[in-house]
């Protein structure tokens, strides 16, 4: 029996909709630059071919939930993105077979703190303050493939008090989820409780306290959370 030295952390979860039951998360995968209006937008090239970056397993944050306004940033951004759970692992994927690794899927919302992201660009340097910090992945209620099919378009949303800040369509993503998946299994071994935020339209902009931020994807779901 092994005996730890200190309590283990819980493992960390998101929601099933419309049951009690909860999906572990093992790791959590972001595509950067996945429509080409947001490229556009941030000034890069849309050409370029998908790129990771990650956050950790227990920044994850459930539909409802108040956070506090982030340490350390002036500049603090909402990103709308389709979450893809992993129900099947494996590494070298093909494109053809990746749909059948997937669980489910929610709405999800990227947070990034804008100035010191582009403070790490600018330096040369990671982005996981910029994006891995606490409660910085926000995923609402997953639903099973049963429930959603695959969603190659629908109508991707975001709403700060009410106001659209981002509109655009599943079906501009650059990447197609089984793209992304083939891609990720290429470089790594993806595993059950894998989730994949899939890339934002273009509209990111600034939150501030006491702004509600609501995620609506079209047959997924969504997800609202309120800054404190």
């Known amino acids: 029996m092994t005996r730890f030295v200190i309590p283990p952390p819980a493992t960390p979860s998101v929601a099933v909709a419309d049951t009690p039951d909860r999906f572990p998360v093992r790791r959590i995968f972001c595509v950067g630059r996945n429509y080409a209006a947001h490229v556009r937008e941030m000034g890069n090239d849309e050409r370029e071919p998908p790129f990771f970056f990650t956050k950790p397993a227990d920044s994850v ?16 951004h909402h990103e709308a993105e389709l979450v893809v759970a992993i129900g099947t692992g494996g590494r070298e994927i093909a494109e053809a077979d990746a749909l059948s690794h997937v669980w489910g899927y929610a709405a999800g ?23 891995g910090f606490d409660r910085s992945a926000v995923c609402g209620p997953l639903r099973p493939v049963a429930a959603t099919g695959h969603p190659a378009s629908g109508r991707i949303l975001c709403r700060v008090n009410g106001e659209t800040r ?42 501030e306290r006491g702004d509600t931020c609501e995620v609506e994807i079209a047959g997924v779901g969504g997800v609202s959370v309120k800054i404190a």
Request: no cysteine; proline share 9%.
């Open 61 to 76: 944050v459930d539909d409802g939930a108040i956070l506090d306004y982030p340490p350390e940033t002036q500049n603090l």
């Open 109 to 131: 919302n990227d947070l990034t703190r804008r100035d010191l992201q582009a403070a790490a660009k600018k330096a040369g340097r990671p982005w996981d303050w910029a994006k």
């Open 166 to 207: 981002q509109e655009g369509d599943l079906a501009e993503m650059i990447w197609s989820v089984p793209e992304i998946i083939a891609s990720l299994a290429r470089s790594i071994e993806l595993q059950p409780g894998d989730l994949v935020f899939t890339g934002t339209p273009a509209g990111v902009g600034p939150l």
